[in-house]
Structure formats: structure tokens, C-alpha cells
T-cell receptor, first 111, second 118 residues
């Protein structure tokens, strides 16, 4: 499974846009990129998933360049409740394959 | 997205007792479920892959006789921590994949179970 590298922590203020970049230099052709959010004492919550180019949903956007060696999670206008750990994971999406977690990025949003 | 539940949400037990944690996929069927463990301030660590109707596959370093996994149906997997000791105190999280309408599966996670062994 491809390893990922993310910043350990990021700080932001309410109302700002936050971009978290993840490096996955060894991503395989069949791999997808998935981002999760985790609050303390809760299970990870699915945010967004993509394979290439740009994906957008109601909470975030995911930008993936053509070489797919990195990806950027974009959170528009963050609020205090977005303070959490964000994980970038890469995997082939097959039913029997578990995602392997890295350290994640701790995002702290202040007022 | 798909919903995965866990029961109980937290359990406190005495050293030497066994504890069973249930993981259910509520609105989809899962032939494979996964069990993770998370210690404070750390990331999730994969413990084992639970396969419906067959034996679980354990990650290196995880004692299969201590962490018994049973995947009795397409919607239920159980993790039993046998003869629990204080070092087994942790946050246990299960997950399962569901097809998301695309040609890949998305892994959804349960809310977790906080185990405290006294």
C-alpha cells in the first residue's frame, strides 16, 4: 500500500479556507485517494474520495494533479467544529483490503 | 453514506475478564470487516480482517488467541478480548466497505468502543 505524508499540524481561523496537502509518491494505478476526519473518541468519518482531477461534495473539495503523486483537501470557510484530525489514505478500493492509516494532520481552528 | 454501529460504546472491566464488542453494518452487507485499535494521541492500527464464514486474518504482532474474531453473518462481526489486562485498554474501531455507486468501495467506520481494564 502506498505511504502518505501529511503535515503533522495546521492552524487556521474561522471563516478561512484550509488546504491540506498529502504526498503519495508511490501511488499505484488502481489506487484511490480517500480523506477522513476524526474527532476525539469517535471513529473516522468519510469526507471525500477521488481518483483524478477534482472532486467536490457538500463539505470539501479534493484536487488531484495529473501525476496523482499528491492530493489536496480543501475545506471552505472552516469553523471551530472543523477542529479534528484529517487522514489521507490511498488504497485500491477492493472489498478485502483494509486502509492503512498514517499519522494524519491535526487541524486547529481558532476564533 | 453507509452506517456501521458498534456495541457497547464503552466498557470497564476487571483484569482477567473477557469482553465482547459487536460491529454491525446497518444498511448494507459486508463480506469483510476490519478491526482497528487506537491508543491515545496515536493513529489507527489495523488489527485484523474479519471474513464472513471463514477465519480472520491477523496483522503481525496481534495475538489471535487473545483477540477472537467471529464474522457470523454479512452484517455482524464480533471481537472478543479474552483475559483482558490493563495494557489492552484502548479504543477499538471496526469498519466495513460498501460500494458507493462508483467502481470502488468506500470504507466506513463505526463509532468505536472505549475499553478500560482495571
Amino acid at each position: 500500500l502506498a505511504k502518505t505524508t501529511q503535515p503533522i499540524s495546521m492552524d487556521s481561523y474561522e471563516g478561512q479556507e484550509v488546504n491540506i496537502t498529502c504526498s503519495h509518491n508511490n501511488i499505484a494505478t488502481n489506487d484511490y485517494i480517500t480523506w477522513y476526519q476524526q474527532f476525539p473518541s469517535q471513529g473516522p468519518r468519510f469526507i471525500i474520495q477521488g481518483y483524478k482531477t477534482k472532486v467536490t461534495n457538500e463539505v470539501a473539495s479534493l484536487f488531484i494533479p495529473a501525476d496523482r503523486k499528491s492530493s489536496t483537501l480543501s475545506l471552505p470557510r472552516v469553523s471551530l467544529s472543523d477542529t479534528a484530525v484529517y487522514y489521507c489514505l490511498v488504497g485500491d478500493g477492493q472489498a478485502g483490503t483494509a486502509l492503512i492509516f498514517g499519522k494524519g494532520t491535526t487541524l486547529s481552528v481558532s476564533s | 453514506g453507509a452506517v456501521v454501529s458498534q456495541h457497547p460504546s464503552r466498557v470497564i472491566c476487571k483484569s482477567g475478564t473477557s469482553v465482547k464488542i459487536e460491529c454491525r453494518s446497518l444498511d448494507f452487507q459486508a463480506t469483510t470487516m476490519f478491526w482497528y485499535r487506537q491508543f491515545p494521541k496515536q493513529s489507527l492500527m489495523l488489527m485484523a480482517t474479519s471474513n464472513e464464514g471463514s477465519k480472520a486474518t491477523y496483522e503481525q504482532g496481534v495475538e489471535k488467541d487473545k483477540f477472537l474474531i467471529n464474522h457470523a453473518s454479512l452484517t455482524l462481526s464480533t471481537l472478543t478480548v479474552t483475559s483482558a489486562h490493563p495494557e489492552d485498554s484502548s479504543f477499538y474501531i471496526c469498519s466495513a466497505r460498501d460500494r458507493n455507486g462508483d467502481y470502488t468501495d468506500t470504507q466506513y467506520f463505526g463509532p468505536g468502543t472505549r475499553l478500560t481494564v482495571l
